[in-house]
């Protein structure tokens, strides 16, 4: 299966990629794609795509990824709804410092009220 997705192609803290047309088996990294059909600059926000090649490569069974995907419905490639790209479960994480502390303050504040006050 043919897959329309993002290489990364920018240096360090520079993200840039390619469009490319590839095998789904592949992986982005081996340099072993079948077509560039546009680029990506995520600093910037710059695309350039070539719509008549994705258009064709859609047309013969390509999938794309669910970036490339909201990106052509943004550029007005495709039309259709734009898709979630974040993972499908996230965990919500608690700060460590809070889940920690909280039960010493709430210790500490009840023996302070349980300690007995001494005059003098």
Do not use: C
């Amino acid at each position: 299966m043919l897959k329309i997705r993002l290489q990364r192609i920018g240096r360090r803290h520079d993200p840039k990629f390619r469009v490319i047309v590839t095998e789904a088996s592949r992986g982005p990294k081996t340099g072993k794609f079948i077509e560039v059909v546009g680029s990506y600059d995520a600093k910037a926000g710059n695309t350039s795509l070539v719509s008549d090649r994705i258009k064709y490569w859609l047309s013969m069974g390509a999938q794309t990824s669910d970036t490339v995907h909201n990106i052509l419905i943004s550029q007005k490639v495709i039309e259709g709804k734009k898709v979630n790209a974040l993972p499908k479960k996230t965990v919500i994480k608690k700060d460590k410092k809070e889940e920690i502390i909280s039960p010493l303050i709430q210790e500490t504040e009840v023996a302070v009220e349980e300690a007995p006050v001494e005059q003098n």
